[in-house]
């Protein structure tokens, strides 16, 4: 099974961009898909976006389309997640999850995480 850990939340104001990544590692990625979702306390996940690491095409949430952007790097074996014109909105814990096979857009359907990286956006 892959192993997923995530970085580069932090805090930032409103307008900034930030890029997490998640580190994959395990197994042979080229069989896999893998997705960024976000979740607040007491809330269900929900969706960002999704790719196939063997794949370059990208799906996204109707909340992110336009301002966020999946992208792997063969080289380093990342998942990244890069963030533009962040809002208070975006504030969240931010995870990292994989499944075999196609994308999805739904959590049930991923069976491994990451532990999750915070993302506070200030006004």
């Known amino acids: 099974q892959v192993q997923l850990v995530e970085s580069g939340g932090g805090l930032v104001q409103a307008g900034a961009s930030l890029r997490l990544s998640c580190a994959a590692s395990?197994?042979?990625?080229?069989?896999?898909?893998f997705a960024w979702f976000r979740q607040l306390p007491g809330l269900e996940r929900e969706f960002l976006a999704t790719?196939?690491?063997?794949?370059?095409?990208?799906y996204y949430g109707d909340s992110v389309k336009g301002r966020f952007t999946i992208s792997r790097d063969i080289a380093k074996n990342t998942v990244n997640l890069q963030m533009n014109s962040l809002s208070p909105e975006d504030t969240a814990v931010y995870y990292c999850?994989?499944?075999?096979?196609?994308?999805?857009?739904?959590?049930?359907?991923?069976?491994?995480w990451g532990k999750g990286t915070q993302v506070t956006v200030t006004t």
């Open positions: 999850a994989a499944k075999t096979g196609g994308y999805s857009y739904s959590d049930r359907y991923f069976d491994t």
């Open positions: 395990g197994r042979t990625l080229s069989n896999y898909a």
């Open positions: 790719m196939r690491w063997s794949g370059s095409t990208a």
